[in-house]
């Protein structure tokens, strides 16, 4: 923590002075959602839990977290640490902890962001058995240095910038001042659900789960659990924008905007997971949901069956006690009562029931303490809570991550205002991933489970303007000649294509529906197929099939990448019951080419020698590799070499050299004889060149008039540069052939 200090300074104080806004904070704060590090807090509606709107921006210091592996980054400079998560909190915490007081100020100074669900498997000793598909943080929070509090109920806004030994006060503000001059960003583009969702869940393994805890419950392992499901479809635009839409169409208390770096949180809860003042604690647990109604009198008829629920009463009766049972571990003795019990709460969609727990923090103990007492909430894990977490990792098949974790702010000045992540969505790679839950019981309908999920959803799923995941998902691929959702075209665990990666495939350009050289693809398909599998070609008319998809994922009018599989169907059994797989996705030209009007290589450095580099199989690890360390090198492309030190080929082309009136072939052993490539060669060889088949090396590239990269979806493009040196003198002959052959 000392070498820490020295690079961050120490806390020392929280400068504070009043702000006029002159719109809506969420308007305000739209200035800096672009801005990796920022956290905004809004809390919708009228409950007392909803007064402050919080922005934190211009983080002075980043935490980012996987088990107990921790990175700390100050400015340029990174430290990493091997501590428990919660211990790291705790040394980050007491490290910069302030004596400021100001119960009007709800945070001055802290950490904002989210902490994970999976933070659990470091509080217990639980079964891991979920795929974290996603890898992002377990914890990611940042500590700003400028934290805007606008207070609903006194109606004035306050700027608090913490300050640290030799920090600039005079720069951090003209930094803000600057920012806050520029015009609010206006209301940008998003859109998602264009290819339908997909769930971590078919409804009758939905279900069947269900039915499984009710099991595990009759038989006294349980008396309830939560059980869930993640959503995931593409989305493209402003993650803020979809923020603003979800916060004006039905505002909760603890409305949450991360912008985490390579991912956004954009969450929507309605409950408080606890909440730190001073020595006073406090969760309010939610159980039973019931939709508003369109009138006033059906309105009251639904509230009042929800207070009267008998199940949904007992479901929140066991949270509590599981509540007051964590609290009382670090809590004064006899201080933690219940201080509102079955409050009907209402929202713009929903009602809730929702009870209050209190108490009093003892005097030794602090936040990290409070957290590993109840962390994660018991109202989205079950009773008892250890064994639920073990039955959700059994039947759950991905991991959470911040699904029923937490997010808000952990204060420097013992203060603390977490909610529990539900109706939360996380927006990575250009998809949006959302869960949905409830707590499963005893007299539980498995049917009624699963439509109260998609209930949960439907804010998130209509924000994004599509169709419920009933509807199936809308694209499609072609699986041993049947269309069907891309989430359910499986290949058997114990076919040699999964297991090994024994197969093929093609990959085409299609414009308007018209496949480019699809006999030529086809032929290089069958004659792997006949070198690989040694079993009769299907019989297969690949036009209509190639057909098929596109129109069914309406690719018919653009122009789109197909992809043509073959895996090896299981050892012994049936040999010639191979997976044949089509699928289609629009194709645009890549980024870098259409900026650079080329691509830049980088010579990889492990060089491959492999029979299998006469075909384009699905054991594609070492290509993949290579493209990705490029890409990390600065490059597009990486350059492949055959042991010798020669060229062979790029990750995903073919190359051609031109020096002269010589068009000149990579010579190597084992290389895929590219369908773009030959069609490059002939139109060139009928201008004049002479093809020549001799080895290249890596440095003759640097004597050559131009280099050429070949494949069926770029068509021909111009290398510029090798390991950052440029290389020949691109024309326009790229383009020329580009227009040849497309």
């Known amino acids: 923590m000392r070498n820490l200090k020295k690079i961050t300074g120490r806390l020392e104080n929280i400068h504070i002075e009043p702000l006029v806004l002159n719109e809506p904070i969420i308007d305000f704060a739209s200035r800096f959602s672009n801005l990796p590090g920022t956290v905004v807090l809004m809390s919708g509606g009228e409950l007392d839990s909803a007064r402050y709107h919080i922005l934190a921006a211009f983080p002075w210091l980043t935490l980012k977290s996987r088990g107990c592996q921790q990175v700390l980054t100050a400015g340029r400079r990174t430290m990493r640490w091997a501590f428990n998560p919660f211990e790291a909190l705790r040394r980050l915490i007491r490290g910069y902890a302030l004596g400021f007081d100001d119960p009007s100020i709800p945070v001055g100074a802290g950490l904002f962001g989210y902490l994970s669900y999976d933070l659990k498997d470091y509080i217990e000793k639980l079964p891991r058995t979920v795929v974290d598909d996603l890898g992002l943080p377990q914890i990611c929070l940042f500590a700003p240095s400028v934290v805007v509090v606008h207070d609903k109920i006194a109606q004035n806004t306050r700027l608090c910038i913490p300050l640290r030994n030799g920090q600039s006060l005079k720069k951090t503000l003209g930094r803000f001042q600057s920012m806050i001059k520029t015009p609010p960003a206006k209301d940008s583009f998003f859109s998602g659900g264009s290819t339908g969702f997909s769930s971590s869940f078919t409804r009758p393994a939905y279900l069947e789960a269900v039915s ?246 439907r804010s998130l799923l209509e924000a994004l303007k599509t169709s419920t995941p009933e509807a199936g998902a809308k694209e499609f691929v072609w ?157 597009d492309e990486a350059m492949i070499l055959n042991p010798d030190g020669s060229i062979s080929e790029t990750n995903t082309a073919n190359l051609l050299m031109i020096k002269g009136k010589h068009l000149i072939r990579p010579k190597s052993a084992h290389c895929l004889a590219g369908i773009m490539e030959q069609q490059v060669i002939a139109r060139l060889t009928r201008r004049g060149y002479r093809l020549v088949h001799q080895k290249l090396m890596p440095r003759d590239l640097f004597s050559a008039d131009e280099v050429i990269l070949t494949n069926s979806l770029i068509g021909a493009v111009p290398v510029l540069s090798l390991d950052q040196t440029p290389v020949g003198r691109p024309s326009d002959l790229c383009a020329r052939i580009r227009k040849a052959v497309f």
């Open 212 to 457: 499984r805890i009710k099991d595990y419950i009759v038989s006294g392992h349980i008396y309830q659990v939560n059980l869930s499901q993640r959503f995931e479809t593409d989305f493209s635009g402003n993650p803020y924008a979809f923020f603003k839409q979800l916060y004006h169409a039905a505002p909760a208390p603890f409305y949450a905007y991360v912008h985490a770096g390579d991912h956004y949180i954009v969450s929507t809860s309605p409950e408080r997971f606890l909440l730190r003042r001073q020595s006073e604690v406090e969760t309010r647990p939610i159980k039973g949901t019931r939709p508003r109604g369109r009138t006033k009198k059906q309105d009251k008829t639904l509230g009042q069956a929800l207070k009267q629920s008998q199940k949904d009463a007992a479901e929140l009766s066991m949270i509590v006690d599981l509540m007051r049972n964590d609290l009382g571990r670090v809590c004064r003795a006899g201080s933690v009562h219940v201080a509102e019990h079955k409050r009907l709460e209402p929202y713009k969609n929903v009602f809730h029931l929702v009870s209050v727990v209190k108490g009093v923090l003892q005097p030794q103990k602090d936040t990290a303490d409070l957290l590993l007492a109840t962390f994660p909430g018991g109202s989205i894990t079950g009773c008892p809570r250890i064994r639920a977490m073990e039955i959700i990792d059994e039947l759950e098949p991905v991991s959470r991550h911040v699904y029923t974790g937490s997010i808000g702010y952990i204060g420097f000045h013992d203060t603390l205002d977490l909610s529990i992540a539900i109706r939360t969505a996380t927006i990575y790679h250009n998809k949006i991933f959302f869960s949905a839950g409830g707590g499963v019981v005893f007299d539980s309908n498995p049917g009624d489970e699963y439509d109260e999920t998609l209930h949960k959803a």
């Open 479 to 635: 699986l041993n000649g049947a269309l069907v959702p891309k989430p359910q075209a499986k290949i058997p665990i114990g076919d040699l294509g999964f297991q090994y990666g024994f197969g093929f495939f093609e990959t085409l350009r299609v414009h308007r529906g018209r496949p480019a050289y699809l006999k030529a693809h086809i032929q290089r398909f069958y004659d792997a197929w006949k070198n690989l599998f040694q079993t009769p070609v299907p019989d297969i008319t690949w036009n209509e099939v190639i057909g098929q998809v596109l129109e069914k994922n309406n690719l018919l009018d653009q122009t789109a990448a197909v992809k043509i599989m073959a895996a090896y169907g299981e050892a012994g059994v049936c040999p010639c019951r191979h997976s044949l797989v089509v699928t289609a996705k629009p194709y645009a030209m890549r980024p870098a080419i259409r900026e650079k009007g080329g691509l830049d290589l980088a010579t990889y450095p492990h060089p491959r020698q492999t029979p299998l580099a006469d075909h384009k199989t699905l054991n594609y690890l070492y290509y993949f590799l290579a493209g990705r360390w490029a890409q990390q090198k600065g490059a």
